[in-house]
């Protein structure tokens, strides 16, 4: 009996072992482009284009940092960038809690119809197809000329994970507690926003981080609303152009520089809220 004992535990063991080299190995090579932009920034741009697979560079250049923050305009394209992110998490909170809300507890003609619509456009990703009739109609609105616009497009598309969430958030949350505040004289929207909405923090947590991030690093949409006005670049747009910069070759040097600065304000972000985070995936996931 010890023995089978000592065989099982001796499994357990190699299996938790198995198990911990494979998360690290995956961790590793998830974190390396990460690295090697951060170590990149601190070398000379002709040791970047002939240093071939080195990793470390020979000598920190600390000026690369300096060179980006001027040259990138840091100061205002960082401003865009928290406006971008801040503005497509509320709007993407709040319209995904009133949409995870409905389909959880009012009943409507067609509800299943359009709810399966929405999960149906989780699998779909049209990408930068309808980039120019979107770009076409911000010009017909007289919206072209603002970060309104990237906002708006970018919190409206993805939006069908997040309800999905939000629904299944809702879903797990007692019936009764809604009965109790029609007794009290609650109205259906008084009940979303006084009884429900507090509820639903974990997950609110999960998509406003999930949202942030999609504006933050959004490239390609914004690239296209701010081409004729650089004041509006976000800094994915910004740091980007760092490139473009160096003497007759591109400067990855500053632009390693630009992206490792661009990067510091997630990284801390979720730093502080990957508690929550975890917490919202967890609660969506399961209680639905």
Not at 79 to 99: E, P, Q, R, Y
Not at 118 to 140: C, D, I, Q, W, Y
Not at 168 to 189: H, M, R, W, Y
Not at 204 to 210: C, E, F, G
Request: aromatic share 14%.
């Amino acid at each position: 009996m010890e023995k089978n004992h000592a065989i099982k535990s001796h499994k357990q063991k190699i299996i938790i072992g198995l198990v911990t080299l494979l998360t690290t190995l995956f961790a590793l090579l998830m974190m390396y482009p990460l690295i090697y932009i951060f170590l990149g920034s601190f070398k000379t741009n002709h040791e970047l284009l002939l240093g071939g697979a080195k990793l470390f560079p020979e000598k920190f250049v600390t000026t690369n940092y300096v060179q980006a923050w001027s040259e990138a305009n840091f100061s205002v394209y960082t401003k865009n960038s928290i406006f971008l992110g801040c503005g497509v998490m509320l709007l993407t909170v709040v319209i995904t809690s009133m949409a995870g809300y409905v389909f959880a507890r009012k009943n409507f003609r067609f509800k299943e119809l359009v709810y399966s619509t929405f999960v149906a456009f989780m699998f779909v990703n049209v990408g930068s197809v309808t980039l120019r009739p979107l770009f076409e109609l911000a010009v017909k609105l007289h919206m072209n000329s603002s970060l309104w616009s990237v906002i708006f497009i970018t919190a409206g598309t993805g939006q069908a994970t997040y309800i999905f969430l939000c629904r299944g958030f809702v879903n797990s949350i007692p019936k009764e507690l809604d009965e109790a505040a029609k007794i009290d004289g609650c109205t259906f929207f008084q009940i979303y926003y006084r009884i429900l909405f507090p509820l639903l923090k974990p997950i609110l947590a999960t998509i406003a981080l999930l949202s942030f991030r999609a504006g933050w690093n959004d490239y390609i949409l914004p690239l296209v609303f701010t081409m004729s006005n650089d004041k509006m670049r976000p800094l994915t747009v910004g740091v980007n152009m760092l490139k473009n910069n160096g003497d007759g070759a591109a400067a990855w040097n500053i632009m390693f520089a630009g992206a490792t600065l661009a990067i510091i304000p997630m990284v801390v972000i979720y730093c502080f809220f990957s508690k929550y985070f975890m917490k919202g995936m967890t609660s969506g996931a399961v209680k639905g």
